[in-house]
């Protein structure tokens, strides 16, 4: 596996040095460009070119290089070409998920010689669904190629977090032992509150973006580029809410309640640095069409 990504690293480096500009065709006949019909993904250049460059200087252990995401909302970039000059472009994230976690408490009304305990759970879930399509038009006759146009792109985000506990408030019990972290290791302690949910608020982005870029094919239908861009970026986080429990000694009962988190919201008529939508500006990227 070694061999053959050093293989494809040295192939990188020395089409970038040697590759006649001119000519569109590998030896084997196989067109440099994509055509019509034409499928692309684009990922993080930089793990790749870390990989060919250390192997000219560094004397410790070299690492394979990964595919990492263009964009910062970790979505999945891919082009369609219409024909050799037109693209369509999007991108897509689809993100459900969860995670449970378990922490083991001293029982508090153990009166056992032996210890004994409960357990107290954390359940996190979470959404994240990110959309973008846009055109792009290309430009050039060689290898060096360049490109523009526009896309639009929406993003939409939201976690929450339930706890139980093993050990119950009462009146007899009102500091009961409880997880007061969640950190490895956890740890615990008598408390006279703590959460039982916690909804962050939803986030909303949306960005309309012009671009342009530019790509040099080092081999057949495989290119090293990147590009700017330049639009508006919208981000808008609702409010949350973190409910509470705790014992009330005047009234002798378990009380719930239920704080309010701030809002937040982000406008910008500016570069891709303030785009969370689209991600980072000036990414290399590299690009593989089939």
């Known amino acids: 596996m070694k061999k053959q990504i050093t293989t494809v690293a040295m192939a990188f480096i020395f089409g970038l040095f040697t590759a006649n500009a001119q000519d569109l065709t590998s030896k084997k006949g196989e067109p440099i460009l994509p055509e019509q019909g034409d499928w692309g ?98 430009k050039g006759k060689t290898r060096l190629q360049g490109y523009y146009g526009g896309e639009l792109g929406i993003f939409f985000g939201g976690s929450k977090e339930k ?28 408390v006279s509150f703590r959460s039982t949910e916690v909804k962050n608020g939803s986030t909303l982005a949306f960005g309309l973006r012009g671009f342009i870029g530019v790509e040099y094919f080092v081999l057949p239908k495989i290119s090293i580029g990147g590009e700017f861009g330049w639009g508006i970026s919208l981000n808008s986080t609702g409010e949350g809410q973190v409910t509470t429990e705790y014992w009330d000694g005047v009234s002798n009962s378990l009380k719930t309640t239920t704080t309010k988190t701030g809002k937040a919201s982000t406008f910008a008529l500016d570069t891709d640095n303030n785009n969370s939508v689209f991600g980072p500006a000036a990414t290399l990227r590299l690009n593989f069409y089939f």
């Open 163 to 190: 706890y139980t506990y093993g050990n119950a408030f009462s009146s007899t019990n009102i500091n009961p032992t409880s997880t007061t972290s969640w950190t490895t290791p956890p740890s615990s302690g008598s």
């Open 41 to 138: 993904i684009g990922v993080d250049a930089t793990p790749f070119l870390n990989y060919a460059g250390n192997f000219f200087g560094k004397s410790n252990n070299n690492y394979a290089p990964t595919f990492n995401f263009l964009t910062s909302n970790q979505t999945i970039v891919g082009k369609y070409f219409k024909d050799a000059t037109t693209a369509y472009r999007a991108a897509v994230r689809l993100g459900f998920g969860s995670q449970k976690n378990s922490n083991f408490v001293n029982d508090d009304f153990n009166t056992s010689p032996d210890p004994r305990f409960v357990e107290d759970t954390r359940t996190l879930s979470y959404n994240g669904i990110g959309l973008s399509g846009g055109l792009e038009m290309r």
